[in-house]
């Protein structure tokens, strides 16, 4: 790849002739998962908090230091549980840059969301503008650790208990992170985790609430099955939250492959790094190596003042590579429905979230992604930046409406997994 006829989107092959996704899953050790799947299957006892569950549940808790774990079918259910067992009503404030369920599973309830500005260093809640979103209706702050950077964490509770508010985390994408030394999950009332298939540790679909509160635990656990004490007795309002048996056997599979998903995350992370490095323009976000921590995000803020091509013309030249870059998480929760309806002036509280969701991509990584393909992945976005205002030029006179590349496009968009 040493010139721009060599590039696709400018008619040559893809790079790639399988399309190279992010968040392909990380699959542990087959046998074991097999022979679990197995003993399942003798048992004959596939889900309401089985063997399996019951013993992911312990391990995680162990492993997070924390005194429940409760395992839930997807952590936008957990959310939800999670919101519900705290009592929260009203307004809740949460940041905009983040998956849209962080919003959901509030507007789920008719709680509003009241979406706050990030801190464009960390990419989480700025805690000092979280101050000026509180009115006498906010019940609860949620803080999102995104890409698995903690929040501030400290200056989040001393709000929270100067104002008497909830704290919560969706802490989604940062299981097995750590802030000053203490794993996430212990911080705030009640922390999410989500084991999607997409994270670099799955249980196919999956997640689970966190918490050191006995109480609010008890609560969350009688909601996650339909307030059921005991076999014909609800004592609680409540829905099907449990998580299956197949998903804990692969929750344990992985948990057993842990160390080696984020060794390879982490080398996968140093050679981006690397090879990246000194490209105007683009700037790698980085995570504190003197934590814990999952690296399973590689995300890149792409500034088009230094690159000469737009983030999005750059998220094109590479899906006609077959490299699926995502533009995570664009264009923020409150420029989507019902939000934008709801709130349509919202981004003028928002400008370092605006900004940020114009610059932000996250490429591949995780076991399904080698040394070869990152040196072919940073060795295109050197060429493309290298050639900024040429390779501009030359998009602009592409006609894309009709082109090859446009229909390989909605190929490759329709076998996304
Ligand atoms: C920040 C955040 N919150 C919530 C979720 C929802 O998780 P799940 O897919 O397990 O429901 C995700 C999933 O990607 C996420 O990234």
Known sequence: MNELNDLAIFGSTPAFAEPLHVGRPNIGNRERLLERVNNMLDRRWLTNHGPYVQELEQRIAAMLGVEHCIAICNATVALEIAIRAAGLTGEVIVPSLTFIATAHALQWQEITPVFCDIDPRT?????????????????????????????????????????????????????????????????????????????????????????????????????????????????????????????????????????????????????????????????????????????????????????????????????AEHVLARRYFYPGCHRMEPYRSYFPHAGLLLPETEKVVERLLSLPTGTAVGPDEIGKICQIIRLVVEHGPQVRERLQKLVVKESSYKCQKMNVYRSFP
């Open 123 to 319: 990419h989480n809640l700025d805690p000092c503008r979280v101050e000026d979103m509180i009115t006498p209706r906010t019940a609860a702050i949620i803080g999102v650790h995104l890409w698995g950077r903690p929040c501030a964490v400290e200056a989040l509770a001393e709000i929270a208990r100067r104002h008497n508010l909830k704290l919560l985390y969706d802490a989604a994408p940062a299981f097995g992170c750590s802030h000053r030394g203490k794993m996430i999950g212990s911080f705030g009332d009640a922390e999410v985790l989500s084991f999607h298939a997409t994270k670099f540790f799955n249980t196919l679909e999956g997640g689970a609430v966190v918490t050191n509160d006995d109480d609010l635990a008890a609560r969350i656990r009688l909601m996650q099955n339909f307030g059921f004490e005991g076999y014909d007795r609800v004592i609680y309002i409540g829905t099907n939250g449990k998580m299956n048996e197949m998903s804990a056997a692969m929750g344990l599979t992985s948990l057993e492959s842990l160390d080696e998903f984020i060794h390879v995350n982490y080398r996968n992370y140093k050679q981006y790094q690397r090879e990246l490095e000194g490209i105007p323009g683009i700037q790698q976000i980085t995570y504190d190596e003197a934590e814990k921590c999952n690296y399973q995000y590689i995300v890149l803020e792409v500034d088009q003042a230094y690159t000469g091509v737009s983030r999005d013309q750059l998220v094109d030249i590479l899906w």
